[in-house]
């Protein structure tokens, strides 16, 4: 089955920047659209950014439209998160996803297949 693994959060100062990096283990996964998500504590789980497989196609949530970008290179089977300007609202595990059907599909998690294990990031005011 396969797997995806994020990696590049941490502790950063409010205004600052991480990139988050989420690798595929199966070349299945190339073809399938990618999200990110994120979860604060005791809140429901965040439609953040999707991307399809082409790259063609990019989705963000009203909160970080302008300062999160989200790509991936099919090559290395990775999706990223390129995420700036943080604020302290923005502390959260994210998790990425893949899903196999259409990208339109891509704000819900329902539409997703398969999850990663998230990855935690934390900005101080």
């Known amino acids: 089955q396969g797997q995806l693994v994020e990696s590049g959060g941490g502790l950063v100062q409010a205004g600052g920047s991480l990139r988050l990096s989420c690798a595929a283990s199966?070349?299945?996964?190339?073809?399938?659209?990618k999200g990110w998500f994120r979860q604060a504590a005791g809140r429901e789980r965040e439609f953040v950014a999707s991307?399809?497989?082409?790259?063609?196609?990019?989705y963000y949530a009203d909160s970080v439209k302008g300062r999160f970008t989200i790509s991936r290179d099919n090559a290395k089977n990775t999706v990223y998160l390129q995420m700036n300007s943080l604020e302290p609202e923005d502390t959260a595990v994210y998790l990425c996803?893949?899903?196999?059907?259409?990208?339109?599909?891509?704000?819900?998690?329902?539409?997703?297949?398969?999850w990663g294990q998230g990855t935690q990031v934390t900005v101080s005011a």
């Open positions: 991307i399809s497989w082409t790259g063609d196609s990019t």
């Open positions: 199966e070349r299945t996964f190339r073809t399938y659209f």
């Open positions: 996803a893949a899903g196999r059907g259409s990208v339109s599909y891509s704000r819900t998690p329902p539409g997703y297949d398969y």
